[in-house]
């Protein structure tokens, strides 16, 4: 463990170094780096699926989809726009200051840490770089242990392709992040657990670090059958892609639990069942389109959610288990209790329970009686219903009638409230993310007003008054002595 | 006759937040017209209430009315009026572009409020930094807790009783108390903390706050430098640097000028410079002068005392130097090139002495800046607009002034915050209202037109067209779906 603090203090002293040189300040170094990232995933792309899939299992194009297309679009657009991002916002300033200026300048935090997740180990590591990099950071990346194959291929490729003394990979587990969060960091992003999120958070506070934490919740999904029942297929489509498509139901804005009307439950999981097996065939576990559990102790843990005798009850449909293969099957509950553990903590896997309701309107009490999730997602045409939802629920973000993809637009903030996370990034916010903004005013030394400065007397106290209330016309009156100064 | 003090232990924090969640979640905050009526109630306050204010902050500090009057209230009133006139603006949603991936759909970000928020504030301007934040928590549709500072007694008993008074006691509360009572609040859980003081105690604050994930806002301090050249308007120069320091609550400012940078060649003329516009503006016997605040209390006197009296320090007083520990007053006081090493180098002063470093060359001075901290505040007086460039690109800190002090701070169309030490987070104007909003991404999509390509099983011509949305690039996506590529 020594060594390993000697070389984070040898990679601060370093990334410092490359910092205060200036270096990462210019544009077109940000620009070189980025598109150096671009390079590594496009001239990477079957290692990094290949990765992917001794990690978790992914199939090619999950990868490239939830994955690799999702860092290359980042990339491409922070290429595109960073001159526009880069440019200072200019201030209209009131008439009393005039003729004094004002702009605000986004100027990078310095030498950043971004602690990345298992699930989605290359988007989340690159995409994150990509901000703080747009921003002229210097930057070091923690990778998670749990995807060990992703983390080498991160440790190994970034030295090849990026500026090593700016941008640094390290690998580990918790013995490697407590010594990083020992040490002073101008910003830290982390993709993980609100447990883990508050350990950050705390050690942070001790260097007053600022802090972008993207944790999880349990993502509600509402189906107002009768209002989208013509496009139920549809529907049910998105709904299955959304929990068992991506990474199977380990993601932070996985579909984790279901709401729906008791009459219409059974409609909706007769169809579930077989858009299951129309995607992932009769037997899932040979489909080769279903990742599968990230490691032992989360089979482990998904199976214990099962054990509770009353949640097993529930199941109707799936809920075989394999420890060896880390095969949990798509796995279908009709109303587990609301007080069992499996609707009580983030399932992040492949198990989906469907909580029926007398009214559908009775959805939004359930969600509020839990912690404020990233994401609600709602199918309904009811715009009523959609008005409560938006005004009476809070989340990072709410998506009518689809799942997931809010995750692909970049003119969206993407971040959580509350359990699910403190800031936001993806397209412009990743590079204000990485940013502070610095406000500038420039005063004129030649317009200068006596009544700014003391001894005082009632005429500047008058003056000042109206200066400040931007009652110019009485100002001018006192000046011009047609005013009794108070 | 003052009523007794009602105990505030750890279950009346508790039910404290109870309450204003249920006033919460029943929607009592959310509206429009809830806010804005509680706007208009603290104009009235700022209005019907001036002369009470500057006489809790004489009481307090030994403002000066004019100070109390202009920094405190009429800055206050411009928040106030501001947000009356913008809160339709700034509560209406943003539109958000989507893109070819996304497409048919729509997008917006919709603020909407975090819920119950903390604002502690502090003793230095007590009004301003206590109503300023709730102004940005009620806008924003919040419910709030205050817990002003002890040390600014008579302010915050005011402030206790006027917000009790006009505003909705249902959603908007007053703690007074010492470390205790904060203590008691910082165990809650709040949606918001919003903190102004120390950095020590930011960092308290943070550390609780980490426990339920609040985000904070930081508004701390730290050492704000003033670099001063030789090519500047020595007089306009001098005038702004005694007005902001002094002028402005007696130094005991989070913007306050620190210290002074400027080269060995100009420092006796802008020492001569200060010398005589100190007694244009508080005459010969700085000590009577009724145009500056006193030193808050006897602690910060003999903090203050201390930092005079250090070895090396002591004997390099050029001006002032004078102190009435009765009265809690310390004479504005130069001093010149104090060790770099001595205490009044290292922790924010806080108070009317003004150290003046000189070095060879002003190129220095960014050496001296960045071997600190991040200060909340730094300063810049010059002609040369190279050198006011390469100041605001390279000199980092909270927000950077060039040719005056601290006026950024009645400017609502900036944000005000620091970084570093010296803070997260900002306010002002539409800051103050985003600092306490969730900004909600919204995104509405059609249930028509599904692309196959996003579902399992997965094929190559899949992967293909997957690709091509990925790059946007329409000619691609043609071409992959008339099976041309």
């Given amino acids: ?108 935090y310095g030498t950043v840490l971004v602690l990345s997740s298992w699930n989605f180990p290359i988007s989340l590591s690159l995409d994150p770089l990509i901000g703080a990099i747009a921003a002229g950071n210097t930057v070091l990346l923690k990778s998670s242990e749990l995807s060990p194959n992703a983390s080498a291929f991160l440790a190994k490729t970034i030295p090849a392709y990026l500026d090593n003394k700016a941008i640094k990979v390290i690998e580990g587990g918790p013995d490697v992040a407590t010594i990083l969060l020992q040490h002073q960091w101008d910003k830290i992003f982390f993709t993980g657990s609100p447990k883990i999120g508050r350990i ?194 809070s989340s990072g973000s709410v998506t009518f009638n689809d799942v997931m993809i809010q995750y692909m637009c970049d003119a969206l903030p993407f971040g959580g409230v509350g359990e699910s996370g403190i800031g936001r990034y993806h397209g412009k916010y990743s590079f204000d993310c990485f940013s502070h903004e610095k406000a500038i005013m420039e005063g004129s030394l030649a317009m200068d007003l006596e009544a700014r400065y003391p001894p005082w007397n009632s005429f500047k106290l008058s003056f000042i008054r109206l200066a400040f209330s931007e009652a110019y016309f009485k100002l001018l009156l006192l000046m011009l002595g047609l005013k009794r100064s108070k | 006759m003052a009523a007794a003090k009602k105990v505030f232990g750890a279950a009346e924090a508790s039910d404290l937040v109870n309450e204003l969640r249920r006033s919460f979640d029943d929607g009592v905050t959310r509206g429009y017209d809830w806010r804005i009526t509680q706007l208009k109630k603290l104009l009235v306050i700022c209005d019907n209430h001036e002369h009470d204010i500057v006489e809790a902050l004489r009481h307090d500090l030994g403002k000066p009315e004019l100070e109390s009057s202009v920094f405190e209230v009429a800055l206050l009133r411009n928040s106030c009026k501001l947000a009356l006139k913008q809160l339709k603006n700034w509560m209406a949603p943003d539109k958000a572009k989507t893109s070819l991936t996304t497409f048919p759909a729509s997008a917006e970000i919709v603020s909407e409020p975090l819920g119950v928020v903390l604002v502690i504030s502090a003793w230095n301007y007590p009004f301003l930094l206590s109503i300023d934040p709730v102004i940005g928590a009620i806008s924003a549709g919040n419910a709030v807790v205050l817990k002003p500072s002890e040390l600014a007694p008579a302010s915050s008993a005011l402030l206790a009783k006027l917000l009790e008074q006009y505003l909705d006691p249902s959603a908007v509360r ?66 702004r640097i005694i007005a902001g320091k002094w002028g402005c609550n007696n130094g005991q400012a989070c913007v306050s000028p620190d210290y002074i940078l400027t080269t060995k060649e100009f420092a006796p003329k802008l020492i001569d410079a200060m010398k005589h516009e100190l007694e244009t503006f508080y005459g010969k016997k700085p000590m009577d002068s009724k145009d500056m605040s006193r030193i808050v209390n006897s602690n910060h006197f003999d903090r203050l005392s201390k930092l005079l009296e250090e070895k090396d320090v002591s004997d390099k007083i050029v001006y002032g130097g004078d102190k009435d520990r009765e009265n809690l007053k310390i004479a504005p006081t130069i001093l010149l090139d104090v060790p770099l090493d001595s205490l009044i180098m290292s922790e924010e002063i806080f108070g009317p002495l003004l150290p003046i470093i000189t070095l060879n060359n002003l190129e220095e001075s960014f050496d001296v800046i960045h071997s600190r901290p991040k200060p909340l505040a730094a300063y810049l007086f010059t002609h040369n607009q190279k050198l006011k460039e390469r100041f605001a690109m390279t000199v980092s800190a909270g927000g950077i002034v060039v040719n005056d002090i601290a006026v950024h701070l009645a400017l609502h169309t900036l944000p005000f915050g620091g970084v570093g030490e010296s803070g997260m987070g900002a306010y002002h104007g539409k800051f103050s209202f985003d600092a306490f909003s969730h900004k909600k991404a919204v995104l509405y999509r059609s249930l028509f037109g599904d692309a196959p390509v996003r579902y399992p099983p997965y094929s190559r011509g899949k992967l293909r067209l997957l690709k091509a949305l990925v790059d946007s690039n329409i000619f691609n996506i043609f071409k992959v779906l008339l099976g041309l590529s």
């Fill in chain 1, 200 to 393: 950050i958070m705390a050690a942070a506070a001790q260097h007053l670090t600022p802090v972008t934490l993207e944790l999880g919740g349990k993502c509600p999904t509402i189906v107002d059958y009768p209002t989208i029942s013509k496009n139920i297929k549809s529907v049910v489509k998105r709904i299955t892609g959304g929990k068992w498509g991506s990474c199977s139901g380990q993601a932070c804005i996985s579909v984790d639990y279901v709401l729906i009307e008791k009459s219409f439950a059974s409609s909706l999981i007769d169809m579930l069942k077989p858009t299951i097996r129309s995607f992932f065939g009769e037997n899932p576990k040979e489909s080769g389109c279903l990742s599968r559990i990230v490691s032992k102790q989360h089979v482990q843990r998904l199976s214990r959610l099962l054990n509770d005798p009353r949640v097993r009850a529930s199941i109707v449909y799936g809920g075989s288990i394999d420890e060896e293969n880390l095969y949990v099957e798509p796995t279908i509950l009709l109303d587990p209790p609301l007080d069992s553990e499996i609707m009580n903590e983030e399932i992040f896997g492949p198990i989906l329970p469907i909580i029926t309701v007398r009214d559908i309107q009775d959805s939004i009490g359930i969600i509020k009686s839990k912690a404020k999730p990233l994401a609600i997602y709602a199918f309904t045409n009811d715009e009523n219903l959609k008005t409560r939802i938006l005004s009476e629920t």
């Fill in chain 2, 174 to 239: 007053v703690i007074e108390g010492n470390v205790n009572e904060t203590t008691l609040l910082l165990d809650q859980k709040w949606d918001k903390i919003f903190y102004t003081g120390s950095s020590k105690i930011g960092r308290v604050i943070m550390t609780a706050a980490a426990k339920h994930l609040t985000p904070v806002v930081l508004e701390l301090g730290g050492k704000s430098p003033v670099v001063v050249d030789s090519n500047t308007d020595l007089k306009v120069t001098v005038r």
């Fill in chain 1, 1 to 108: 463990m020594e060594a390993m603090k000697e070389t984070v203090e040898e990679s601060l002293r370093e990334m410092r170094d490359t910092f205060a040189s200036g270096r990462t300040r210019s544009l077109k170094w940000r620009k070189r780096q980025i598109t150096a990232i671009y390079e590594m995933v496009k001239d990477n792309e079957d290692k990094l699926c290949s990765v992917l899939f001794q990690d978790l299992g992914k199939h090619s194009t999950e990868a490239f989809r939830d994955e690799l297309g999702h860092v290359l679009r980042s990339a491409t657009v922070a290429i595109n726009c960073l001159d526009k991002w880069a440019v200072p916002k200019q201030s209209n300033l009131p008439l009393l200051f005039f003729p004094a200026k004002g702009k605000v300048i986004s100027e990078p």
